[in-house]
């Protein structure tokens, strides 16, 4: 059985404790930070930005220092239980800057792909396109180094209150992108790959669904692990709920830097009541090697059903006080 991180009592424990249960993947912040082109836009009217990334240690200390310190600053006082509160809102900053970061960095590929099409051979056009380039570099960059620290203040909360962050939405997903683009055409062919190599489920699919209200991660995390020990390569599909069950499972893949493919009902929004259905189909359409399914509501009851007809593996939990099945 999986130890699980239990609340540390002394800011010296922290460290201990992080290396032993949370550290982020070797090299994740010398990945993140690196630096792809010699100069970068981070604004489409922002003047070319040479100077270097920070130092991806110092970036990695930094963070723990912000939130360690917070703790460290309120334990034993009035203001302790609000500790909890503004940590949660320091990882979710960053999360929150590293989704613009992502939308501002498609919208510049947008940019990229009309300037490729629009192309006459004029130093006027070829300069649109280069400076258009460094913009999307740009954005690529900072996304890739605030998602980095994102993940890592996400590991530190967990450390410290024994309890995963969990995104309010979206996925967790940080690594850099291709870099040295040449072409304009290249660099939005590199960009797709690694978009979907990064979105995409490449490995054996373990599929996840259950309930918006839940609150007890620890025997879902202790399920994944164990399913993770036995299938390394293991990519986590979700059915992409902001809250409950799904974050507690996109929360686990950060820590343990499983691949999260989140899958919403967008693509079947015009089948209406029907689409979480669809969406279910579609899961087992993913060739699933096994299954986690928590008490939710009808879709989980259909993912269910189907997940027994197809002989997929499959692990049944209900709500707290009842034992999983």
């Known amino acids: 059985m999986t130890a699980y991180i239990e609340p540390v009592a002394r800011f010296a424990d922290v460290a201990e404790v992080f290396l032993a249960e949370t550290q982020t993947p070797a090299g994740s912040y010398a990945g993140a930070f690196a630096e792809t082109a010699d100069q970068v836009r ?8 040479s100077a270097q990334m920070p130092d991806p240690l110092a970036a990695q200390l930094g963070v723990e220092m912000l939130v360690t310190t917070l703790f ?17 809102g320091i990882v979710h900053s960053f999360h929150k800057v590293a989704d613009q970061l992502d939308g501002e960095a498609d919208r510049a590929a947008m940019q990229v792909g009309r300037l ?10 070829t300069t649109s396109l280069e400076e258009a380039q460094a913009l999307c570099n ?54 797709r790959r690694k978009r979907m ?31 993770r020990a036995r299938i390394p390569a293991m990519t ?13 499972a996109a929360a686990w893949a950060a820590s343990r830097d499983v691949k999260l493919v989140p899958i919403d009902l967008r693509k079947w929004s015009k089948l209406g009541q029907r689409a979480g259905f669809a969406r279910n189909e579609a899961l087992m359409g993913l060739k699933p090697v096994e299954a986690i399914v928590c008490e939710g509501n009808g879709l989980q009851s259909h993912l269910g059903r189907l997940v027994r007809a197809a002989g997929v593996p499959r692990h049944y939990f209900v709500k707290a006080g009842q034992a999983p099945r």
Do not use: N
């Not at 460290?72 to 949660?88: F, G, K, V």
């Not at 890739?144 to 996925?171: I, L, N, Q, Y």
């Open 138 to 191: 740009g954005l690529d960059e900072a996304r890739d180094a605030v998602a980095c620290m994102r993940d890592h203040a996400a590991a530190m909360f967990h450390a410290e209150t024994g309890k995963p962050w969990s995104a309010p939405r979206a996925t967790l997903v940080s690594g850099k992108r291709t870099a040295s683009v040449i072409s304009g055409i290249d660099f939005l062919a590199a960009r």
């Open 116 to 125: 490729i099409r629009e192309q006459d051979g004029s130093e006027i056009a």
């Open 236 to 248: 986590l599909v979700t059915t992409a709920q902001e809250t409950g069950c799904d974050a507690i």
């Open 72 to 88: 460290d600053l309120l334990r034993d006082s009035r203001l302790e239980p609000l500790a909890q509160r503004l940590a949660w």
């Open 197 to 227: 190599d990064a979105h995409a489920p490449d490995g054996p699919v373990v599929l996840f669904s259950g309930g918006a209200e839940w609150t007890d991660y620890a025997q879902l995390w202790e399920r994944l692990d164990l399913i």
């Open 42 to 49: 981070l604004g489409a009217t922002d003047e070319a930005i």
